[in-house]
């Protein structure tokens, strides 16, 4: 791989905001990219000019626009950087790619896809092994739970308290870590995924990871989204927009179902964000409120408030 004289000053830009507690994997690969073009195409640069940056960013064009946002971003920050050094740094500018108009809709999947995707997980091959029910327990899990797939891919046994009722996430998103409180027929169905994984002779000891492949090491993130993308082409889950649904978007649905939830209940929806929040590991409520999709159910619900309202004169001036 021929990389750039530039290299070591992006890793040296890395190592420095990592030590301000930023994870930065997406900043890394962005970077780690434009070393790479730079090195092919720039072989001897020791400052970064505006023809080098757009050079780069016409060899992504295959992105969406709001990856190149991203990348552009990623640059910038490192640009910054190396302008204290060298004042004939060119910083991009924030405009320098398209706006990101068009954003990919979440997936809010219902019942019966659920239920549907924790069939065709149960008929994975091989038969009588563990990959079908650590599919089918891992689906149900994030269905009923709302964590991120990487906090339950990063699960060890002695993160799951059976008498509590209780997942320790640790150190998710924004370096936090939380306990997840489960119902107790979440608990009895991750109790027996544990005892059929025990009675196939699988690492019983309390750091050995939760969901396990067939080579008895924790599932990969990549890995796992494929076999999902193979069940969900299956079964013909789209999104509004035609697209694979995500794993992510579980999360998503979660969200929505706790929205309607609340609203039918007769209470708040604002009033109950906070505890959503804390619920799924956000640092701040506007977080939260990306993943909050109004359902069809909660829009009946609204305008069967709003009629009742009218109805008892609430919609006259002076009531």
């Known amino acids: 791989m021929n990389l750039s004289p530039l290299g070591p000053l992006m890793r040296r830009h890395l190592a420095l905001r990592r030590s301000l507690g930023f994870i930065l994997r997406n900043a890394e690969q962005a970077l780690t990219e434009f070393d790479r073009y730079l090195g092919q195409h720039f072989p001897s640069a020791h400052t970064v000019t505006r023809t080098m940056v757009t050079g780069y960013l016409h060899t992504l064009t295959h992105h969406t626009p709001l990856t190149l946002r991203d990348k552009v971003i990623h640059l910038r920050q490192f640009c910054r950087f190396l302008f204290q050094l060298d004042p004939e740094t060119y910083i991009p500018e924030r405009d320098l790619v398209s706006p990101a108009h068009v954003t990919r809709q979440p997936h809010i999947y219902t019942e019966d896809e659920t239920r549907a995707l924790i069939r065709a997980s149960l008929a994975l091959p091989p038969s009588g092994a563990l990959r079908p029910h650590t599919y089918a327990t891992l689906l149900s899990l994030l269905w009923v739970s709302g964590i991120r797939i990487g906090e339950a891919l990063k699960l060890n046994l002695e993160d799951f308290d059976v008498e509590r009722s209780l997942l320790f996430i640790r150190e998710g998103k924004f ?145």
């Open 175 to 319: 370096l936090k870590s939380r306990l997840v409180p489960l119902a107790r027929s979440t608990t009895m169905g991750l109790m027996r995924y544990l005892a059929r994984r025990a009675a196939l002779g699988y690492d019983q000891g309390p750091a050995a990871p939760f969901f396990i492949n067939e080579r008895a090491k924790r599932c990969t993130h990549s890995t796992v989204c494929k076999t999902f993308l193979v069940l969900s082409r299956s079964l013909g889950i789209k999104t509004i927009q035609g697209r694979d649904p995500r794993l992510h978007d579980f999360r998503h649905a979660f969200a929505t179902r706790y929205l309607d939830r609340v609203s039918r209940e007769g209470k708040r929806p604002g009033a109950a964000l906070p505890l959503l929040a804390t619920y799924l590991g956000h640092v701040n409520i506007i977080h939260t409120q990306v993943y909050l999709h109004p359902s069809f159910s909660l829009l009946q619900t609204a305008g069967q408030r709003f009629l009742e309202y009218t109805r008892a004169g609430g919609g006259h001036e002076g009531s």
